[in-house]
């Protein structure tokens, strides 16, 4: 029989001192409530046109809103819109015209 013995370091445990020091990690429990309202981050680019940057302004009042909030942003937005299109093909109003007067 051999007198030999292992060295301090590399003693082996029993598994009760490790288990003592760290609990197995539980997986998160998943959250059913709805995510806070937060930006996209979508960088609107102006178009020049009056009408239509203060109607693609507005949708950044939806990055404040919960999802159901959206429907309205959007729906304000399309309309408003469609406003400044028909807008663009209605016809300027002729020109007041002189009456002549054709005395001779």
């Not at 051999?2 to 020091?21: F, I, L, M, N, Y």
């Not at 539980?26 to 680019?45: C, M, V």
């Amino acid at each position: 029989m051999s007198d030999w013995k292992p060295e301090p370091d590399t003693e082996q445990r029993d598994g009760a001192d490790d288990a003592a020091g760290q609990q197995p990690a539980e997986p998160p429990t998943p959250s059913f409530d709805p995510a806070p309202p937060a930006p996209l981050g979508i960088t609107r680019t102006p178009t020049g046109h009056v009408g239509v940057d203060a109607r693609l302004d507005r949708l950044a009042d939806a990055d404040h809103l919960a999802a159901d909030g959206h429907t309205e942003v959007y729906e304000d937005v399309h309309r408003g819109l469609r406003e400044e299109l028909t807008a663009l093909d209605a016809r300027p109003a002729p020109a007041p015209t002189r009456t002549h007067d054709n005395r001779s």
